[in-house]
């Protein structure tokens, strides 16, 4: 994969090459627990964000929230560096600032552009994740239905919040796969290994073939789904007897 180039971005006059306070402050209660991602995309949505340029391949781990190590392929040939996920998706790094830029990469070009023009890049490329401050003090992954969110300069509902699945996804989720023959009922919670698990009960009496059968169109209906696909990041199906 090599580096793209970002649309022209417009001047930002008297920009000092700070991070925006609300950002700050957002990131700042996300390392201490006190905060949330989603804090933090609603505290970037119109903000300046700065882009690094690079022209060099090279391998490095990034560290997100959490303390969770993930090692990327970071590459750009005279463009916008692009982060290789362990999950295969693509990420565009963004930085609140001049001085967390510097301290991932001193040799970086900053790049000023608007949150939504970056994220509106990174879905035009294909790449479907952000990554804030790669190099720290709080490195936060946006996820992909945020991106679009930011992208459309629209706020993101995240399909999960504290009080479990959003009740429209998970509605959406139970009209999508409730009519799939051989499925007796459905119902969506927060997952462990995705975002949402969709969890299916299913017809007794399936053998290894039928159950592959009936898991296939669970996985059509839900790729069909269009709020389910705007709104939901990853998905994992829980199948039950």
Same mark, same amino acid.
């Given at each position: 994969?090599?580096?793209?180039?970002?649309?022209?971005?417009?001047?930002?006059?008297?920009?000092?090459?700070?991070?925006?306070?609300?950002?700050?402050?957002?990131?700042?209660?996300?390392?201490?627990?006190?905060?949330?991602?989603?804090?933090?995309?609603?505290?970037?949505?119109?903000?300046?964000?700065?882009?690094?340029?690079?022209?060099?391949?090279?391998?490095?781990?990034?560290?997100?929230?959490?303390?969770?190590?993930?090692?990327?392929?970071?590459?750009?040939?005279?463009?916008?560096?692009?982060?290789?996920?362990?999950?295969?998706?693509?990420?565009?790094?963004?930085?609140?600032?001049?001085?967390?830029?510097?301290?991932?990469?001193?040799?970086?070009?900053?790049?000023?552009?608007?949150?939504?023009?970056?994220?509106?890049?990174?879905?035009?490329?294909?790449?479907? /994740?952000?990554?804030? +401050?790669?190099? %720290?003090?709080?490195? =936060? @992954? !946006?996820?992909?239905? &945020?991106?679009? #969110?930011? *992208?459309?300069?629209?706020?993101?509902?995240?399909?999960?919040?504290?009080?479990?699945?959003?009740?429209?996804?998970?509605?959406?989720?139970?009209?999508?796969?409730?009519?799939?023959?051989?499925?007796?009922?459905?119902?969506?919670?927060?997952?462990?290994?995705?975002?949402?698990?969709?969890?299916?009960?299913? /017809?007794?009496?399936? +053998?290894?073939? %039928?159950?592959?059968? =009936? @898991? !296939?169109?669970?996985? &059509?209906?839900? #790729?069909? *789904?269009?709020?389910?696909?705007?709104?939901?990041?990853?998905?994992?199906?829980?199948?039950?007897?």
């Amino acid at each position: 994969m090599t580096g793209r180039a970002l649309p022209p971005s417009s001047p930002f006059a008297g920009d000092d090459g700070a991070a925006d306070p609300a950002v700050a402050g957002a990131l700042a209660a996300l390392q201490d627990r006190s905060g949330t991602v989603r804090a933090v995309v609603d505290a970037l949505a119109g903000t300046r964000v700065l882009v690094p340029v690079l022209a060099e391949l090279e391998v490095e781990d990034v560290v997100v929230h959490g303390g969770h190590a993930h090692t990327v392929d970071k590459e750009a040939s005279a463009g916008i560096v692009a982060l290789q996920a362990p999950d295969g998706r693509t990420a565009l790094p963004v930085f609140t600032s001049v001085a967390t830029m510097a301290a991932w990469r001193a040799d970086a070009r900053p790049v000023p552009s608007d949150v939504a023009r970056a994220a509106l890049s990174a879905v035009t490329e294909g790449w479907e /994740v952000l990554v804030v +401050d790669p190099g %720290g003090p709080t490195t =936060v @992954l !946006v996820p992909r239905p &945020a991106v679009w #969110a930011l *992208a459309q300069q629209e706020r993101w509902r995240p399909a999960v919040t504290p009080e479990g699945v959003d009740p429209e996804v998970r509605d959406a989720i139970v009209a999508a796969v409730t009519p799939v023959t051989g499925v007796v009922a459905a119902d969506a919670v927060p997952g462990t290994r995705a975002e949402v698990a969709v969890v299916v009960t299913l /017809v007794g009496g399936l +053998d290894r073939v %039928g159950l592959d059968a =009936v @898991l !296939v169109q669970v996985n &059509a209906a839900l #790729a069909g *789904a269009e709020l389910v696909a705007t709104r939901v990041d990853s998905l994992e199906i829980r199948p039950r007897g």
